[in-house]
Every structure is written in structure tokens, then in C-alpha cells.
């Protein structure tokens, strides 16, 4: 029940960072430096810790992939919010 009211604030949050990831940081040039910062990764840090893993797994795949989609990337973004999701839910079931 907690995580249907927190759905609107989650995927308020996922929108904003993926705006940010794709209209302001993927567009930044530091000059010879071919540095870009990913703060989608904090989507996937922010979500409480309730949230089911297939839940998550299933969300980092499509948030992957839509990153990947702007920054033609080819699977790049997708399979490592995969992999971080995954890394995830087993360090908390770790912790817990």
C-alpha cells in the first residue's frame, strides 16, 4: 500500500532524472575531456527499499534502455542498471 503513494513521487523523480541525464549532462564538453557524469544512477539508490526486486529489474532495464535510446548507446545504460539493481537488492538482503 505505502509503495502506491509513493508512485507519483518515484516516477516524478525518474522523469526529472532522466531529463537531466539527457538534456543537460549528456550535452556537457569539457574541452579534450570526454567526462559524463551519470545521475540516473541515483534513481535506482533513491527507491525505498521495499520495492520488489523483479519490480526493480524490470525498472532499471526500461530506464536503461530509454537513456540508451538518447544517447545511442546501444544497450550500454540498460544492462548496467540491470547489473546495479541486482548488485542492489543483494546488498540490502546483506545488510538486512
Keep these: 500500500m505505502k509503495m502506491i503513494r509513493l508512485l ?3 516516477l ?3 522523469f526529472v532524472l532522466l531529463l537531466l541525464q539527457v538534456a543537460v ?3 556537457i564538453n569539457l574541452g579534450t575531456l570526454n567526462i559524463t557524469p551519470h545521475f540516473y544512477v541515483l534513481f535506482f ?3 525505498p527499499f521495499e520495492t520488489p526486486a523483479w519490480i526493480m529489474l524490470f525498472i532499471g532495464f526500461f530506464f536503461g534502455l530509454s537513456i540508451d535510446l538518447f544517447s545511442d548507446t546501444n544497450g550500454l545504460h540498460a544492462a548496467s542498471s540491470v547489473v546495479l539493481v541486482f548488485v ?3 546488498v ?3 545488510l538486512a
Design 25 to 27: 549532462v549528456n550535452n
Design 8 to 10: 507519483p513521487k518515484i
Design 12 to 14: 516524478i523523480q525518474a
Design 88 to 90: 542492489r537488492a543483494i
Design 45 to 47: 539508490l533513491l527507491l
Design 92 to 94: 540490502l538482503k546483506g
